[in-house]
């Protein structure tokens, strides 16, 4: 599989090293599957905001130079991780510092680095380094694949400002409501409501399965299908019509249970 990886580094053979390094990684970690990284990088703050502007990644590996800037709070790492976080929520990003000390400042401003990398002085501070990014580098493919498999166990929807997450297994079936684009959640703990499509979330939710033009259902949490009514009951009790655009669709689930 293939991974992006972006580096930022002001200086240029250590920008070449870590190439070098993350070559070897793939090496490394290509056990029971190949694993690729496809690697860019650039030297400056503007360059590289620039370039991620152009090139959004999605799960990408970062690995960025806390003292790009030479002052924290002008246009340095922890700035360049700020912008890559609001673009990029998989982000799995690696500090490459001078200094081992700053973690208050990534905690402060809620950055979450997988690691900091002290960059090295000579020949056994660059085998450290080494080792310790082909173990960074495992971990960041292994957090990424995590946040997939978790992404499609659950459900996220917007009320207000905020994002909130359910499990896709509390949900019963999500319907349209009288009021133009707001919906209802039935869940296992009660109901919620808010604004999207049907469409939309059936569209973004594999685990649920559209029933018609105004409802999505969980397959796992309906007890009964009638296929001569075109109904579905639900594991709370509630049923709902099914359309005939369904019916294959419902006859299949029937099949399963």
Same mark, same amino acid.
């Given at each position: 599989?293939?991974y992006?990886?972006?580096?930022c580094?002001?200086?240029?053979?250590?920008v070449n090293d870590?190439?070098?390094?993350?070559?070897k990684?793939?090496?490394?970690?290509?056990?029971e599957h190949?694993i690729?990284?496809?690697?860019?990088?650039?030297?400056?703050?503007a360059?590289? =905001?620039?370039f991620l502007?152009?090139?959004?990644?999605?799960?990408?590996v970062y690995?960025? @130079?806390?003292?790009?800037?030479k002052?924290?709070g002008?246009?340095n790492?922890? @700035?360049?991780?700020?912008?890559?976080?609001?673009?990029?929520? /998989?982000?799995q990003?690696?500090?490459?510092t001078?200094?081992?000390d700053?973690?208050?400042?990534?905690?402060e /401003?809620?950055?979450?680095p997988?690691?900091y990398?002290v960059k090295?002085?000579?020949k056994?501070?660059y085998d450290?380094?080494?080792?310790?990014l082909?173990?960074t580098?495992?971990? +960041?493919i292994s957090?990424?694949?995590?946040?997939?498999y978790?992404e499609?166990l659950?459900?996220h929807?917007?009320v207000g =400002?905020?994002?909130r997450?359910?499990?896709i297994?509390?949900?019963i079936y999500i319907?349209?409501?009288?009021?133009?684009?707001?919906?209802?959640?039935?869940?296992?703990?009660?109901?919620?409501?808010?604004f999207?499509s049907?469409?939309q979330?059936a569209?973004?939710?594999?685990?649920?399965v =559209?029933?018609?033009?105004s409802?999505?259902?969980?397959?796992?949490?309906i007890?009964?299908?009638?296929?001569?009514k075109?109904?579905?009951t639900?594991?709370?009790?509630d049923?709902v019509?099914?359309?005939? +655009?369904?019916?294959k /669709?419902? =006859?299949?689930?029937f099949?399963k249970?």
């Amino acid at each position: 599989m293939k991974y992006p990886v972006f580096i930022c580094d002001d200086d240029q053979m250590q920008v070449n090293d870590i190439v070098k390094m993350i070559g070897k990684a793939e090496e490394i970690l290509s056990d029971e599957h190949a694993i690729e990284f496809d690697v860019a990088f650039t030297t400056t703050f503007a360059d590289a =905001k620039k370039f991620l502007k152009d090139n959004i990644y999605t799960g990408g590996v970062y690995l960025l @130079d806390i003292e790009l800037g030479k002052e924290i709070g002008q246009n340095n790492g922890f @700035d360049l991780a700020e912008l890559i976080k609001n673009q990029d929520k /998989r982000a799995q990003i690696i500090f490459i510092t001078t200094h081992a000390d700053l973690s208050l400042i990534s905690f402060e /401003r809620r950055l979450g680095p997988v690691d900091y990398i002290v960059k090295p002085r000579n020949k056994e501070d660059y085998d450290r380094f080494k080792q310790r990014l082909v173990a960074t580098l495992e971990i +960041s493919i292994s957090n990424i694949e995590n946040f997939d498999y978790t992404e499609k166990l659950t459900f996220h929807y917007k009320v207000g =400002k905020q994002v909130r997450n359910i499990d896709i297994d509390d949900i019963i079936y999500i319907s349209t409501t009288k009021t133009p684009h707001k919906l209802i959640m039935v869940n296992v703990r009660g109901e919620n409501q808010f604004f999207g499509s049907i469409n939309q979330y059936a569209k973004e939710s594999a685990a649920l399965v =559209k029933i018609s033009q105004s409802c999505l259902a969980n397959p796992k949490n309906i007890k009964l299908i009638d296929l001569p009514k075109y109904k579905v009951t639900f594991v709370n009790g509630d049923t709902v019509d099914f359309s005939q +655009s369904a019916y294959k /669709r419902m =006859k299949r689930l029937f099949d399963k249970q």
